[in-house]
């Protein structure tokens, strides 16, 4: 099973969105020997293993809901698989082994991704409103939207990382300079993680399709062959 919920929340919260809070359901899933999870936040010191203490299963694996994605996207196949989304996180398994890029969430990370476009779009135009750089119409538009720059900083202060992304498709199809900086930054990870032999690249995420094309010409761009939920499913399989 996979959840995408932030594991840095509540514990208590995390079993609930587990189990749909449905009591019959957790009574359910005690007769479940093995489960796979793949969290957010599961990278955290102490919390894989604060949640695993309170899950009813007799084995539980928690990772990250990067690790789960691999599993799912490459199956037990050598790649790499960029996860581009509200945030971004990227990996290589090779040889069954995963090593991971990111996933250090928006104040520290998230390079390339719709929460950092967003975030980053609204910086410039703040610029722009002193005078550092040209107010593009875009700019105009969301500032007025917002209700004028003082609102914009209020929305920055209080917006979490989905409200960041959810500008993202419009600064993307305006073509603003900053769709450009983020497909400068986002390869990056991905040329890390190359090997000797370079490895095909599985793009995934709400931006996936748009930097599979982007750089298509970069690398042999490759379909994922399941989802995260598979991946789930795997960890589960391994850990029982």
């Known amino acids: 099973m996979t959840d995408y919920a932030n594991i840095r929340f509540e514990i208590a919260d995390n079993i609930a969105n587990i189990t749909l809070n449905r009591p019959e359901r957790l009574q359910a899933l005690v007769k479940v020997h093995a489960a796979g999870l793949g969290l957010a936040g599961a990278n955290a010191a102490g919390a894989a293993r604060g949640l695993r203490l309170t899950l009813p299963f007799a084995v539980s694996r928690i990772e990250t809901d990067a690790v789960a994605t691999v599993k799912g996207a490459l199956g037990d196949g050598d790649g790499i698989v960029a996860a581009v989304g509200t945030g971004s996180v990227f990996a290589r398994q090779s040889g069954g082994a995963i090593h991971q ?3 250090w969430g928006l104040t520290l990370g998230d390079e ?3 929460a950092w476009i967003g975030r980053r779009f609204l910086s410039q135009a703040m610029r722009a409103v002193d005078g ?3 107010l593009t119409p875009l700019m105009s538009a969301l500032i007025a939207e917002l209700g004028g720059p003082s609102d914009v900083v209020t929305f920055a202060g209080q917006a979490r990382p989905a409200a960041f992304a959810a500008l993202a498709p419009r600064i993307l ?4 300079t900053v ?3 983020a497909v400068a930054e986002s390869p990056r990870p991905s040329i890390l993680l190359q090997q000797a032999t370079p490895l095909s ?3 995934i995420g709400g931006l996936g399709e748009f930097y599979a094309a982007a750089l298509a010409d970069r690398w042999h761009i490759a379909a994922p062959r399941g989802s995260a939920l598979d991946g789930a499913l795997l960890l589960a399989y391994e850990a029982g």
């Open 101 to 103: 890029i990111g996933g």
């Open 201 to 203: 690249v599985v793009f």
């Open 179 to 181: 769709a450009a900086e």
């Open 112 to 114: 390339g991704s719709g």
């Open 173 to 176: 199809d305006a073509g603003e």
């Open 132 to 134: 550092f750089q040209p």
